[in-house]
């Protein structure tokens, strides 16, 4: 048996039209003789109105009742979704996360997927062409419904890819594939044919929302060959691949610009430079989940020093009770952040044979009079924190500056 794992983004589901167009494409499958997963997302604004009804009902919303809530937005697309292709005469059913099982930890709001039932999709595979499976949700083991993080559809598709074994992931999303940065900000973007996972794990954890995170470390984990491409048009899209020894895109040092306006700096103000300080403050931080993102220690001056760190705004309210509460116990002279900030990042794995990529970006910027607040980089990326009304200017200056919209096409 030939399966395909197709996944549909919300704004491919949004209405009847779109709908129409997403039939399209598995009618194409099928003709090429594949059975067919089809992983769906909410229709595009369901989640973020649950979301905002479920804060409205409570102000502390419990969190597996939270889930349980946000799982409805998908399980609605699919409804619709299997009803328009069995009125094609298609044989179709829809699932829910819990029917397969897909098991997960109990990490509401972010869980992990722990298995996925492969043999449960091939025994239904026997009696269905299609499966409309609901993304972003799965179940515990005592059986409640969790969510995996916004836009966790993405995860859900290559993961059930993964499972099936040598099986191929379709992305399809509103956008032709991955872009040189997000289209929508730079219109001269270009689209990258092939990309590396690790590339793409950069990407998207630096805030390119086109593939949620979790998505590609699955897809690199497991080798699943994942295609990105839109449900509108036919091009044939960005494949999100593994690094072979003789590929010509080390040539380029820079692959992408990646932003992300959801960072908050928090900085823990005239703090004693001595051993256990950092474990101080990042131990109770990690304790409660909060994801920390870049940390910079300013050089001490006379035994004192100043401890600066981003989280994303969700988290925000948590991280400063914690680190005013070090800050107390330590007694520092006090704790300041500020929400108005964002993080530019510089993406390629030919940096790794390239020096001055740094130099190279920070000069850009400094030409563009944007200051940089913090930086960090790992062996295939740089980040800068600038403030966020410089986010626009600094993504399209680093994007000239890397000639992105000039590159040729490997
Ligand atoms: P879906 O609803 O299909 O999951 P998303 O909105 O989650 O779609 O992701 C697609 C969006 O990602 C695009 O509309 C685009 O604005 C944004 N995006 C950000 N960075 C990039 C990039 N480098 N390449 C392509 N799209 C990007
Ligand atoms: N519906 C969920 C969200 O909006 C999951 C997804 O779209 O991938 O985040
Ligand atoms: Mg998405």
């Not at 604004?45 to 597996?64: C, F, R, V, Y």
């Not at 680190?323 to 990042?345: M, R």
């Amino acid at each position: 048996m030939k399966i395909l794992v197709q996944k549909f983004g919300g704004s491919s589901v949004a209405d009847l039209e779109c709908m129409k167009k997403v039939r399209g494409k598995v009618e194409g499958a099928l003709a090429e003789g594949f059975k067919v997963v089809v992983v769906l997302s909410a229709r595009s604004g369901q989640t973020n109105k649950l979301i905002e009804m479920a804060h409205q009902w409570s102000d502390e919303p419990d969190p597996a009742e939270y889930d349980a809530l946000l799982a409805t937005g998908e399980q609605e697309s699919i409804a619709l979704f299997a009803m328009l292709l069995r009125q094609a005469g298609i044989k179709a059913r829809s699932i829910l996360g819990y029917q397969v099982p897909i098991l997960t930890d109990d990490s509401y709001n972010a869980a992990r997927i722990i298995s996925i039932e492969a043999d449960y999709f091939r025994s239904e595979l026997e009696k269905y062409d299609v499966i409309v499976m609901a993304g972003f949700q799965g179940v515990t083991a005592d059986k409640r419904i969790t969510t995996l993080g916004r836009g966790g559809s993405d995860t859900s598709a290559v993961a059930i890819a993964a499972a099936l074994g040598s099986c191929d992931c379709h992305i399809y999303t509103d956008v032709d594939g991955v872009y040189t940065t997000d289209p929508r900000m730079v219109p001269e973007a270009r689209l990258i044919p092939k990309i590396y996972y690790e590339e793409m794990l950069e990407m998207a954890s630096m805030g390119a929302k086109v593939l949620q995170i979790r998505s590609v470390e699955f897809a690199k984990k497991f080798n699943v060959p994942v295609w990105v491409r839109s449900t509108f048009t036919n091009e044939p899209g960005t494949l999100v691949t593994q690094e072979e020894d003789d590929d010509m895109m080390e040539l380029y040092m820079v692959s992408g610009i990646a932003f992300d306006k959801d960072q908050v700096r928090i900085t823990l103000l005239g703090v004693p430079d001595r051993p256990g300080i950092s474990a101080a403050l990042f131990v109770p931080l990690a304790e409660n989940d909060i994801l920390v993102d870049m940390i910079v220690q300013k050089a001490s001056r006379d035994g004192i020093t100043d401890m600066t760190y981003t989280v994303s705004h969700r988290d925000l309210k948590r991280a400063l009770a914690i680190t005013e509460d070090v800050c107390a116990k330590i007694e520092g002279l006090g704790v300041e952040h500020d929400t108005k900030v964002a993080k530019v990042s510089v993406i390629g794995v030919g940096m790794r044979n390239h020096s001055g990529v740094a130099a190279q970006a920070f000069t850009a910027l400094h030409n563009a009079d944007i200051n940089i607040i913090m930086i960090s980089t790992s062996e295939i990326k740089i980040s800068c924190l600038i403030l966020e009304e410089h986010i626009e200017t600094a993504v399209k200056t680093l994007h000239t500056t890397f000639a992105l919209d000039k590159q040729e096409t490997v």
